[in-house]
C-alpha cells in the first residue's frame, strides 16, 4: 500500500478560512490616547522651560532615516537635541531610555547636521529632559553622548 503523504504545514491556497485581525480594546486604544497627550504636554512644558532659558526651538518631533528627535533647540550656535520622557517619578523617566533609542537619536542627529551648512562640525549635545507626575520638568544636559 503506497504510503500518503501529509503535508506538514498547510500552503496558503489551502486554507479555507483567513484569521481576521483582532479588534483592538477600546480601553487599550483610549490608554494609546492617553499616553500621546500626556507625552504632548510634556514635550510642551520642556519646550517652555528651553525658551526660557533662551534658546530657540529649530524642530518638534523632527524625524529622518535614523530615527525621530523630540525637540531640537539651539542657542549661541549650539544645537541641542532633546528627548522627552514622562514617568511618576524623574528617577523612572531616565530608566525608559534604552541604548538602541540612544543610537537612533544620534543617527537622525547626525543626518539633521549633514543638512547644515557647518554639516558634522555642528557643535551639538544631547540632553534628557524628564517630566515627573507633577509636571515638573529636570533637565540633563550632555545626558548621552555619540560612539
Request: net charge positive.
Amino acid at each position: 500500500m503506497p504510503a500518503t503523504r501529509i503535508p506538514a504545514v498547510q500552503s496558503p491556497a489551502a486554507r479555507t478560512s483567513v484569521a481576521q485581525p483582532r479588534a483592538v480594546p477600546a480601553s487599550r486604544r483610549a490608554g494609546g490616547a492617553t499616553a500621546y497627550a500626556a507625552g504632548r504636554m510634556g514635550e510642551d512644558s520642556v519646550l517652555r522651560d528651553y525658551l526660557a532659558r533662551g534658546y530657540s526651538k529649530v524642530a518638534a518631533r523632527w524625524r529622518g532615516a535614523g530615527g525621530e528627535i523630540d525637540l531640537i533647540m539651539e542657542r549661541d550656535r549650539e544645537y541641542v537635541f532633546v528627548e522627552v520622557k514622562s514617568a511618576a517619578r524623574h528617577a523612572d523617566a531616565v530608566m525608559r531610555i534604552s541604548a538602541q533609542q540612544i543610537e537612533r537619536i544620534c543617527n537622525a542627529a547626525l543626518e539633521f547636521c549633514g543638512r547644515l551648512p557647518q554639516a558634522l562640525l555642528t557643535p551639538m549635545r544631547f540632553d534628557a529632559a524628564l517630566v515627573d507626575g507633577q509636571g515638573r520638568v529636570e533637565i540633563l544636559e550632555n545626558a548621552f553622548a555619540m560612539g
